[in-house]
Structures are given as structure tokens and as C-alpha cells.
């Protein structure tokens, strides 16, 4: 399976451009990124009072937690319309979710008044789509008050330059006009099709950017190339342009690609997990609550079918296995026993259809996933999330981690009980190297790409197929 095929990513989920973002740089990307958490506090101050006639202390705390919840907001200014009001509504459901969910659980919600509660549910949204459309309006105004169009010159015509390059052509509110390349090839050799104008070459840059008036260059130049980069910084310090440097990453699959510093010293991650700082919190809150929540409701199910897997058929009721965790620890999964055997050693069968070891109870319970639901006591300790890779047996890991690059790397993060893999039909048993491949190419796009919309978009279509999946022996 492609990485570039379309249906494979998580990106493609979201269907926005390829710049999603105008930046945090611009005053139109600040004032984007505070939309959404300013809407949701504000409509909440403006129904508070318009019921009570004040603030009470609860609604300023509950203000707090939505704009910590939600800040910053999603980008939506090169989204259609129709994707915002999708956008908007998944979040919203999400946020509010877990804030009723919390509300619930602490006993807080009777704190609130009620008329405020249901009003504010739906006036939040709409606040927020309003002042979205409010934004696209005042954009053009706002890309004006920044001042003049920002002249640009990228140095280096190879894979990530004109990736650059079309990301800053396509975006309708970047304050970057792209003037063309400096390169020492020629534009028949580079670009037949006469795509981007080249400028020059690279001796000539000092002298182009000063007779074009260039305010911006990025220099798009392999890694390897470092005297030739020191040459053309030394060649340009008589002139006032800002200099970035895109590096060449392309030669390896970015996991979480950011920059950072590491006592100062500037750094870009290559490989990482997505839950870092909030996120991360965020991630660990939804899944405690969640899981509460959960446990709560199915306790006599729970009860119930630890009852008939004891009178079904001889054996423990729960079944242990150690599975690979967070970083590659080992971890002890929780499981109702669904077959004749509790196998956890060097070799495991894999679950086939018609499987002589599986019980009458068993199979039942796999169709519908009820077997997984011991797991949630999992996720309470900690060993694994509601949403992520699925935990495979040792066995498994360690042999697919010598069959396939990148394997471990889906273990950057807690695994699952239901993940982006299972819900794009990689749920059950991979019979084939080529099906574990796909699997694993799904974990690493889920890395790439989470969102909290993302797992809530995973939680439902995982519900949806449980009640018809036959995949699952």
C-alpha cells in the first residue's frame, strides 16, 4: 500500500489544503488560532448572563476549562464552508462531551443552571461559525494592514522547493509573492514545462535579491551542500532579506516533524510521539473519563459475561496476555477467555475463521468485540488509551519487527482498543506479511495525523462496524 495513496491518510480525513494553516507568524493566523476558543467562552458569558444577570464563579472556572480545552483553534480560513460547519460541529460534539461527561462525574453540573446549559450547547457553535464567516470577510482588510506583499526567492529547485513553492502559490491568504528559483541547472533540465520561473544562479542571488527588492529566501539546498550554503549566507549578508533554511527531510518518513531546541541548540524531531504537553493531557483526561464512564454503564454486562465464560468451559474467566506497550514495554492486556487455550509464549496462532479453539461463547463475543471490554480496566492503568495501534502478542512483535521497517515506531504511543487500522478493514486476522504491512502503514498515519476529531471520528465508526463486522474470529 502506497503512503501517498489518497485513502491511506488521515490528512485526508480532514480534506483540507496541503497549507492548512497561514501561520502563526501572520496577524490573520493569531487571530484564527483564538476564533474558536474565544467563541465558546464568550457565547457562554453572554447566556449566563442573559438568564442569571451575572457571572457566578462557576461559569468563570468553566470558561477556563473550555479555553485550555481549546486553544488554539482549527484552521479553517482554505476550507469550504460546508468542511468549516463539519469541522466545527465534531469538535464541538467532542469538547462538550467530555465537559458534560466531567460535569456528570464530579456532581459540578448541578452548579449550572439548566436554561444556560442546553442554550449555550447550541449558541456556542453558531458563534463560532459566525465569527468565521465574520473573519473571511475582514481578511482581505487585515492582509493589508500588515503592510506590503512580502517578495520571495527560493534557492534550489528540487522536492521539497517546489513543494514549498506550491504550498505558498495555492495559498489564498499568504503575504508571500513567490518571484521564481535560483539554481545552477538549467529551466529545460529542471522544469520543461516552464512551471516556475527560474531567476538565476546561485552567484548571481546577491544581486537579484537587491535589484528585485526581495524581502524572503529560502534556500531549499541538500544537507551535504554545507560549503556551498556558507558561500551563498556570506554572499547575502550585504543585503536586508530574511533567510530560512528548508532542510531535506524527505529522504526519511516524518513522524510528528517539529522544530525545537535542546539546551538551546536548535533541533527537528524526525520521529515522535503526538502526545506531548497538552495534547498529551488532553489525550490522558479523555481516556480516564471515558473509561469511568464506561465501566460504569457495562458493570453488569461485565458481571454477566464473566458468569458464562466460568460455566462455558474450563478455564480462567479473564485472560492475561503480555503485549508490547509505550515505548516497547511489556504489558500485561486484559482479555474475556474466548478460546480453549491461553497461549502467551514463543509461538501464537493467530485466530482463524471456523477455529476449533475458539468457544461457542467465544465466537459470540469476538463478532461483537465484547471480549475487549475487560480492556477498559487497562486504560485505566495507564498501559493503554481508548484510541491507538492495537497491542499485538510479543510473539507476533518480535517477529514482524525483523519483517517490516518502522514496525516499533507504532509503539510511540499507548495502544489502542480500537484504532485507525481496525476501522479501515484491518480488523482480525492478518493472514499475509502484505496485510500486517497495510496495518501498520494505518498505526504510522494515525501517528502522523492525530487530532482529537480524528479519534472521535475512530470511537464512532468503530461502534458502527462492531454491530456488522466479520472479521473478527
Known amino acids: 500500500m502506497s503512503k501517498t495513496d489518497a485513502s491511506l491518510s488521515a490528512a485526508s480525513l480532514q480534506k ?43 461559569v468563570l472556572i468553566l470558561s477556563v476549562l473550555v479555553f485550555a480545552l481549546t486553544f488554539p483553534g482549527q484552521a479553517h480560513l482554505q ?76 534557492v534550489g529547485m528540487n522536492e521539497q522547493g517546489t513543494a514549498l513553492a506550491t504550498r505558498l502559490r495555492d495559498a489564498p491568504y499568504s503575504r508571500v509573492e513567490l518571484l521564481g528559483f535560483i539554481d545552477s541547472r538549467s529551466q529545460q533540465r529542471l522544469d520543461p514545462a516552464g512551471k516556475y520561473k527560474l531567476l538565476g544562479d546561485p552567484a548571481d542571488l546577491a544581486r537579484i535579491v537587491q535589484e528585485n527588492h526581495v524581502q524572503m529566501i529560502y534556500l531549499s539546498l541538500p544537507m551535504a551542500s554545507q560549503p556551498r550554503i556558507l558561500q551563498l549566507l556570506d554572499d547575502l549578508k550585504d543585503t536586508t532579506a530574511s533567510i530560512y533554511f528548508v532542510p531535506d527531510m524527505f529522504f526519511t518518513d516524518l513522524i510528528q516533524g517539529h522544530t525545537g531546541t535542546v539546551c538551546g541548540m536548535p533541533v527537528i524531531s524526525v520521529c515522535e510521539t503526538p502526545f506531548r504537553g497538552a495534547d498529551g493531557l488532553i489525550k490522558r483526561i479523555s481516556d480516564v473519563i471515558l473509561s469511568i464512564l464506561i465501566l460504569t454503564l457495562i458493570a453488569p454486562l461485565l458481571l454477566v459475561l464473566a458468569i458464562a465464560v466460568k460455566l462455558s468451559s474450563p478455564g480462567p474467566v479473564i485472560f492475561k496476555q503480555r503485549r508490547y506497550g509505550l515505548d516497547g514495554n511489556e504489558i500485561v492486556v486484559y482479555k474475556f477467555r474466548s478460546m480453549t487455550v491461553t497461549e502467551d509464549g514463543g509461538t501464537i496462532v493467530q485466530a482463524k475463521k471456523d477455529d476449533a479453539r475458539i468457544t461457542p461463547l467465544g465466537a459470540v463475543m469476538r463478532r461483537t468485540s465484547m471480549d475487549e471490554l475487560p480492556q477498559f480496566i487497562n486504560v485505566l492503568q495507564g498501559r493503554m488509551s481508548i484510541v491507538g495501534p492495537r497491542p499485538h502478542a510479543v510473539a507476533h512483535n518480535e517477529m514482524y519487527r525483523k519483517l517490516i521497517k518502522g514496525y516499533m515506531v507504532r509503539h510511540k504511543v499507548r495502544p489502542g482498543i480500537t484504532g485507525w487500522a481496525q476501522v479501515n478493514g484491518y480488523r482480525g486476522e492478518t493472514v499475509t506479511l502484505d496485510k500486517m504491512k497495510g496495518r501498520i502503514d494505518y498505526d504510522l498515519d494515525y501517528l502522523r495525523n492525530w487530532s482529537v476529531r480524528l479519534d472521535l471520528h475512530i470511537i464512532l465508526k468503530t461502534i458502527r462496524l462492531v454491530l456488522k463486522d466479520e472479521k473478527a474470529h
Open 16 to 58: 483540507r489544503p496541503s497549507q492548512s494553516s497561514i501561520g502563526k507568524d501572520n496577524f490573520l493566523g493569531v487571530i484564527e488560532s483564538s476564533l474558536g476558543p474565544c467563541a465558546f467562552v464568550f457565547s457562554l458569558w453572554a447566556v449566563a448572563y442573559f438568564f442569571d444577570g451575572e457571572l457566578p464563579p462557576p
Open 79 to 154: 476550507s469550504s464552508l460546508g468542511r468549516v460547519i463539519l469541522d466545527i460541529t465534531l469538535n464541538w460534539l467532542w469538547v462538550a462531551a467530555l465537559l458534560l461527561l466531567t460535569g456528570f462525574a464530579t456532581g459540578y453540573v448541578r452548579d449550572f443552571s439548566q436554561k444556560v446549559l442546553l442554550n449555550w450547547l447550541w449558541i456556542a457553535p453558531v458563534t463560532e461559525f459566525g465569527l468565521q464567516l465574520l473573519l473571511r470577510a475582514a481578511a482581505p482588510s487585515l492582509l493589508r494592514m500588515q503592510g506590503p506583499i512580502q517578495r520571495a526567492i527560493i
